[in-house]
């Protein structure tokens, strides 16, 4: 009888070790899980500010020149009615010439991360713009109707102008 009650002990000690030793194990995975997550979370959230700090500094550097392009722009979209033919010629002259006084950097308009793709997309637009510009002489004497890609410049210069307004309120937004 006294060697089955040293077995049944040595029996209950080691079933203790065992689910002592499963606590642990599941407390030590937990906290392998955790403690990574909770660093990554927090480089995300410094990262996350940091892109923040950021985007307000170009917002700040670059507000005015971009409320100036937008006024360049907006003379064309008031004096050119979309889908008729241009009626005023100096104002995309006016837009274009305003575009290229612009001194934005170009190559760090992502620095406004979210609120850059409707500024990287109305300088697409003016670039496009810009491009026919300087093809326009040559497109005529090929015989291309100019009246009709004069109104597509127009259209690409309104465009231009509602996405560069819509990145403008963007970053008034950041800078409240």
């Known amino acids: 009888m006294h060697k089955t009650l040293i077995i049944e002990a040595a029996a209950n000690t080691a079933d203790t070790l065992n689910w002592l030793q499963l606590v642990s194990a599941v407390i030590v995975g937990v906290a392998a899980i955790a403690v990574p997550a909770y660093f990554a979370a927090r480089d995300r959230n410094a990262k996350r500010m940091e892109a923040k700090r950021r985007a307000r500094s170009f917002a700040l550097a670059h507000f005015h020149e971009l409320e100036m392009l937008r006024d360049y722009l907006m003379m064309n979209a008031v004096r050119n009615a979309p889908g008729e033919a241009v009626s005023d010629h100096s104002a995309i002259d006016a837009a ?31 670039a496009r713009a810009q491009s026919y510009q300087l093809r326009r002489t040559s497109l005529g004497q090929q015989g291309n ?5 004069d109104t597509m410049q127009s259209q690409r210069l309104r465009d231009a102008y509602d996405l560069l307004r819509k990145g403008i309120d963007q970053m008034e937004a950041l800078l409240k």
């Open 96 to 126: 274009l010439t305003g575009a290229r006084e612009c001194k934005i950097p170009l190559i760090d308009l992502h620095l406004l991360d979210e609120g850059s793709e409707p500024i990287q997309q109305a300088f697409a637009a003016i």
């Open 145 to 149: 109707d100019i009246d009709a890609m």
